[in-house]
């Protein structure tokens, strides 16, 4: 991925080394009800239009889409 891409903004600091899964997207916590991707910002919900699926960290903290994730998962490990 080239460096000057627009969807990195320093991720890496925190979400280097956590676990990530590919699972489906649920509400997690009072009054969550959605997340979005940690670098293009595409938004996981309910909704028709949005996410349904994608990677999280094992807290549910973190979410990244597909397109993400295999565009930036050396930088992950």
Known sequence: MALDDGRQ???????????????????????RDHDHCGYCWAKFSM???????????????????EDCYRDFADQLR
């Open 47 to 65: 909704a028709q239009e949005d996410l349904h699926s994608g990677w999280t960290d094992t807290a549910h903290e973190h979410w990244i889409c």
């Open 9 to 31: 903004r320093g991720q890496a600091r925190y979400l280097r080394g956590l676990e990530f899964r590919l699972g489906p997207w649920a509400p997690v916590g009072e009054g």
